[in-house]
C-alpha cells in the first residue's frame, strides 16, 4: 500500500443557460485509467456505505446528486469530505480506510474505479487495515 492523500479535484463547468454540463476524462482529471462505474443510491436514512479498504485500486467519488459525507481514515487520523457538487470530486488512493455516510434524501454517489471487481483486493477487517498499514 502506497501513502498517499486523498484530494478533492475540480472538474470542468461548463455553464449554459439552458443547463450546466461537466466531464471528466481518465487520466486528464483523475490520475487512472477507468476500469469500472458503479453508483450509490436509494440509501435509507443513517446508513453507511463502504467500511473498508482496497490494496490496489483508486477510485474517484461524485456526488451526481444530493449530498454525502467520504470519511477516510489513514491509521492514524480521519478525514471527512462533504461532496454536494457534482462539478468536484474526490479522489480517494489505495491503501486508506474509507465509508460513505449522511447520505441526503434522492443522492446519488458515482464512483470511478481504477481496476475491475476483485474480492482479494478488499480489507474488510479494520484491524487488519491497521496492522497492514503500520507494516509499510
Known amino acids: ?5 486523498p484530494e478533492l479535484i475540480d472538474l470542468p463547468k461548463i455553464d449554459d443557460p439552458r443547463g450546466n454540463l461537466t466531464f471528466l476524462e481518465e487520466e486528464n482529471h483523475i490520475p487512472f485509467r477507468i476500469r469500472r462505474v458503479y453508483w450509490i443510491y436509494d440509501v435509507p436514512g443513517g446508513q453507511t456505505r463502504g467500511g ?15 449530498s454525502f459525507d467520504v470519511v477516510v481514515n489513514q491509521g492514524l487520523d480521519e ?5 454536494n457538487r457534482s462539478y468536484f470530486g474526490l479522489y480517494v488512493p489505495d491503501g486508506l ?40
Open 1 to 5: 500500500m502506497k501513502k498517499q492523500l
Open 52 to 66: 473498508h479498504a482496497f490494496r490496489e485500486q483508486q477510485e474517484f467519488i461524485v456526488a451526481l446528486s444530493g
Open 79 to 83: 478525514q471527512r469530505f462533504h461532496l
Open 97 to 136: 480506510w474509507r465509508f460513505l455516510d449522511n447520505f441526503s434524501t434522492n443522492s446519488v454517489a458515482m464512483v470511478l474505479s481504477s481496476t475491475f471487481y476483485s474480492e482479494g483486493d478488499y480489507i474488510r477487517d479494520f484491524e487488519e487495515y491497521l496492522r497492514l498499514r503500520n507494516a509499510m
